[in-house]
């Protein structure tokens, strides 16, 4: 009973002096005591008593600190301590000082994601908007402006936001944006000043096309709503429609267009005009079959059936429907023609090159705005092979300098598409071809045209006529293209006549089979031109009997000096 009575004394004096040690070492407050009695304790309790003392410390130093790394650490080792919330709080303050401090947006955004929640936020993403606003104007791109308005879809900069973005997307299409980019614009941004221009833009254009190709009511329907217009393409328009007015004595509609501009009606068509008067219906009628005789050759088809007949699948049927469209000029018989030019058919491609070039060089003063609008869009867009041909034709019309370059075409895949395209344009190839001595191009053109020959029927038959037609038009026009080319390089003609007689040797085959073909491939006969010449004697006869007996021969002797007899060629 004694031993088991000291026992007990003995073990309840030892829990007294282990308290006693620990409140010793709580009191002390030392981090490598408390971090060695947590690594060796097996009492729970006081290792958690031990682990808050501890926290608290390395908090009290983590606070007192200046930078951000101490509380960091601190929360990955005690996130879920009693002071894990206010070191999160201390943290954010410090991020949002430093944040601010650093006049950048990266620091703020990161800020952001970390710290969502956190009281700061609300100010730092009003600072971030403001800040990033004012950076973006100061060295802005589309795609910039994009981000930020995609980050704050209801910001307070958000309408000029978009309104910046809608002034980069415009100027970026260059002086002489294309319609349909323009379309997609003012689409985009109805509300925006630069939209609302585009849209204006747009509107021009239609007007434009609405006065060069429509009728009197179109311009007076235009001039009445007062849009802004060119005065000097209307002008071109009016008196372009007065003389179509004159020729079939349509008395209304020159006194319409006089009203609408007197400089374009002088005195002697005001007193022609009071002459036909006085004349009776039938006297006039008369002379209306004179005077229309006497007007300028002018296709009478229109434009849609001379499309369809230029994409028909005779030859002759589609070089006639360009060249009536050659003289037709209205901005959509443009865009048709520079279609055509990017052919893959390159009989076709050749007669829209030479129906375009011919347009280009009898169009008036206008004809350069829509010439400037696609040469800058195929400018952008050079790593399509059809937009090098394109390109070419427009640069020769505006005697500009090609932007195609030689090491653009050897990028390309070559195979015989993009060979009949490189032959297409005389242009474009006397670029390419950088010496005579190029044996990848002479290799190249031997290989395609080998491909050519061999696809040629042996015999012209029921059975294989048309693949036969379609073949040797093709070789036909490329025999023909690549000799204006070696005719028009600069070479020494010792090397000129060895290149020359190898692509003749390559075509000694397709010529003999072509001979059959002959005279349907070749233009010897011209529709057009008969008729042209046609059309001008015609009209000589009616242009004397309107000089010598009509009660208005003196204004007919003075109109017609503006409108001389062209005889084709």
């Not at 230029?310 to 030859?315: E, I, N, P, T, V």
């Not at 075509?507 to 010449?533: A, C, G, I, Q, Y």
Request: glycine residues 4%; contains cysteine.
């Amino acid at each position: 009973m004694r031993i088991l009575l000291l026992s007990v004394i003995i073990a309840f004096s030892g829990c007294a002096d282990k308290t006693a040690n620990f409140e010793t070492l709580i009191a002390r407050g030392k981090e490598t005591e408390l971090r060695s009695f947590i690594a060796q304790s097996s009492d729970t309790d006081h290792i958690h008593a031990a682990r808050v003392r501890l926290a608290g410390i390395i908090y009290n130093n983590a606070a007192n600190a200046t930078g951000i790394a101490p509380l960091i650490t601190f929360l990955n080792e005690f996130g879920r301590s009693p002071f894990a919330g206010k070191a999160k709080e201390l943290l954010a303050e410090r991020r949002a000082i430093r944040a601010i401090e650093s006049n950048q947006i990266w620091p703020l955004m990161r800020f952001l994601h970390i710290h969502a929640d956190s009281p700061s936020a609300k100010k730092i993403r009003s600072l971030l908007e403001t800040r990033w606003f004012n950076n973006i104007k100061k060295d802005s791109s589309p795609l910039k402006v994009r981000k930020y308005i995609d980050f704050f879809p209801d910001g307070k900069f958000r309408v000029e936001a978009i309104e910046l973005l809608a002034e980069l997307e415009y100027k970026a299409l260059g002086s002489h944006p294309h319609p349909a980019k323009l379309r997609q614009l003012a689409i985009a941004f109805p509300d925006t000043i630069w939209g609302k221009k585009a849209a204006l833009k747009i509107q021009h254009l239609i007007d434009m096309e609405q006065i060069l190709g429509g009728s009197l009511s179109g311009i007076q329907s235009i001039i009445e709503k007062k849009r802004s217009f060119d005065k000097a393409i209307l002008k071109y328009a009016l008196n372009k429609l007065l003389k179509k007015a004159i020729y079939n004595i349509d008395i209304i509609e020159i006194r319409i267009i006089c009203r609408i501009d007197k400089s374009l009606c002088n005195s002697s068509l005001i007193l022609a005009v009071e002459a036909w008067n006085k004349l009776s219906p039938t006297a006039i009628k008369n002379l209306r079959q004179i005077s229309v005789k006497a007007a300028p050759f002018a296709p009478t088809m229109p434009i849609n059936s001379l499309e369809i007949a230029m994409d028909g699948d005779d030859l002759l049927t589609s070089w006639t429907s360009m060249t009536w469209l050659s003289s037709i000029h209205t901005p959509r018989v443009f865009y048709m023609l520079l279609e055509r030019t990017g052919s893959i058919d390159p009989a076709i491609a050749w007669g829209a090159e030479n129906a375009l070039i011919r347009w280009i060089q009898t169009a008036p003063f206008w004809a350069t705005q829509i010439i400037n609008i696609e040469y800058q869009r195929l400018s952008n867009n050079l790593h399509e092979v059809v937009n090098t041909v394109k390109l070419n034709i427009l640069s020769r019309a505006l005697k500009r300098k090609s932007p195609v370059k030689v090491s653009q075409l050897y990028d390309i895949k070559y195979d015989l598409e993009t060979v009949e395209m490189l032959v297409l344009s005389a242009g474009v190839l006397s670029g390419f071809v950088t010496s005579t001595t190029d044996d990848k191009l002479r290799k190249l053109f031997g290989r395609e045209f080998e491909k050519l020959s061999s696809g040629f029927p042996s015999a012209v038959n029921r059975e294989n006529y048309l693949l036969a037609r379609k073949l040797a038009r093709r070789c036909w026009i490329l025999h023909k293209r690549i000799e204006s080319v070696y005719d028009a390089l600069s070479v020494p003609s010792d090397q000129l006549k060895v290149l020359r007689d190898q692509v003749k040797s390559r075509f000694s085959l397709m010529n003999s089979r072509l001979s059959v073909m002959k005279n349907w491939v070749s233009p010897d006969s011209n529709p057009v031109e008969f008729t042209v010449n046609m059309w001008n004697r015609n009209r000589i006869e009616a242009i004397n009997k309107l000089e010598k007996g009509n009660i208005t021969r003196n204004f007919w002797k003075e109109f017609l000096k503006s409108n001389p007899v062209s005889v084709s060629k």
